[in-house]
């Protein structure tokens, strides 16, 4: 399945509800689009909701530290939260979960905020 989002607002933080595989490709651009739209708007706090992503390809994987980047260089913070197994398991085999702020719990990752 290809990745779909969708975009919701809680409190003053950007929450990106993503579903599908985050491969090379449409799924991979269009996180990246996602994410410079909400930088273009002022958004600098940005959730993404990744319960119902199953897989991600290493294009993925650039594609999220590319979002981390971004919104880092913008002074936000970009935080995950609902990891899969799967998805967990590579975050920690490549290391990013020393990168990423990740949470299983929406509200506390939303007042993690600064």
């Not at 980047?69 to 939260?81: D, F, P, Q, W």
Request: net charge neutral; charged share 25%; with cysteine.
């Amino acid at each position: 399945m290809a990745l779909q989002g969708t975009c919701r607002d809680v409190s003053d933080v950007a929450v990106i509800d993503l579903s599908g595989k985050i491969t090379l490709g449409e799924g991979s651009s269009m996180l990246r689009r996602m994410i410079r739209e909400l930088i273009d708007q002022g958004r600098r706090k940005i959730l993404l909701n990744l319960e119902e992503v199953d897989y991600i390809d290493s294009a993925g994987i650039g594609e999220m530290v590319g979002a981390y980047t971004i919104v880092r260089g913008a002074s936000g913070e970009l935080k995950l939260i609902n990891l899969t197994k799967r998805v967990h398991d590579l975050m920690q085999i490549t290391r990013l979960l020393t990168v990423f702020d990740v949470s299983n719990d929406e509200a506390a990752a939303v007042r993690s905020f600064k």
